[in-house]
């Protein structure tokens, strides 16, 4: 889980290195992805079947279409607005978890995923960025958020059910994020577009494809058959933490006492959860 954070965490700073078009930049990503995934998993001794990558496809469709809203609304505000609607997860997770997945969360957990919440709120917005924001960008960012939490409950449901290894499960989620991305990009972008992507650009979209959609993705497939989804989502909290950190070393961004005291109120939420284990639902 923690290597999980400080992959999924890098993947902002890293990705804004990448001076090509968004948009390209996923695009190529998913599908640069989808043979170094599917490669790996034959090389494992897990090759995908048409049954593991069937099941990956509303998953995966999820995660290519989150991408694609998360975008739109970073065409229509700043970062810092998709971010902090970002930390609405663990509580859309707390409602659904019980029902969809059979967990409960008791009150100790419901108290500090907000506290969680709260902290990365803090962090997130400390760093006086303006906060231009408009509906339509609201709009757009909970529609990702929706979007990426059906990816993170499907994955967490259908990786306990059935026996699929992580890595055979991410090649079929890449490959329907790719095929649900591919529409987008071709509507919205030119020829030049696609040929932006040139020099230095691929030395990171190749660290993003290797960290964060690679190893991250899977090594989160392998943790959500341990850990529940309400407790892991508020772990996951704390990549905004890394991410702002990392911003400041790489990207010279503000770093103020306001953005630390907000990231030691989320590693304490974090801690909190972890100390108490999730009860399961009926008891």
């Avoid at 990426?148 to 026996?163: E, G, M």
């Avoid at 090594?219 to 950190?245: G, P, Q």
């Amino acid at each position: 889980m923690a290597a999980v954070i400080l992959f999924w965490g890098l993947g902002p700073p890293i990705s804004k290195l990448i001076t090509a078009p968004a948009v390209i930049s996923v695009l190529y990503r998913f599908w640069l992805s989808v043979p170094v995934l599917f490669g790996l998993a034959i090389l494992g001794g897990h090759r995908p079947t048409v049954e593991s990558v069937r099941k990956a496809g509303w998953a995966g469709a999820a995660f290519g279409i989150n991408l694609v809203f998360v975008f739109l609304a970073i065409n229509e505000a700043a970062v810092a607005v998709l971010s902090v609607i970002a930390t609405l997860q663990p509580g859309i997770i707390l409602i659904l978890a019980g029902r969809f997945l059979g967990e409960r969360a008791t009150a100790w957990h419901v108290v500090w995923t907000l506290v969680g919440i709260a902290g990365t709120v803090v962090v997130v917005a400390g760093g006086g960025d303006g906060f231009e924001v408009n509906l339509l960008a609201v709009v757009y960012a909970l529609v990702s958020q929706l979007f990426f939490t059906a990816y993170f409950l499907i994955t967490k449901h259908v990786r306990s059910q059935n026996d699929i290894d992580s890595v055979q499960w991410m090649a079929g989620v890449v490959l329907f994020a790719a095929l649900a991305v591919t529409p987008w990009a071709v509507v919205s972008s030119s020829a030049d577009d696609y040929r932006a992507v040139g020099g230095n650009d691929w030395i990171w979209l190749g660290m993003v494809i290797v960290f964060t959609g690679g190893l991250g993705h899977i090594l989160m497939a392998w943790v959500h058959r341990f850990i529940d989804a309400s407790r892991s989502s508020l772990y996951l909290l704390s990549m905004n933490v890394v991410a702002i950190v990392a911003a400041w070393f790489i990207h010279d961004e503000p770093l103020g006492p306001l953005q630390l005291l907000g990231g030691v109120v989320v590693f304490s939420a974090v801690a909190a959860v972890i100390s108490r284990p999730a009860v399961p639902l009926g008891t």
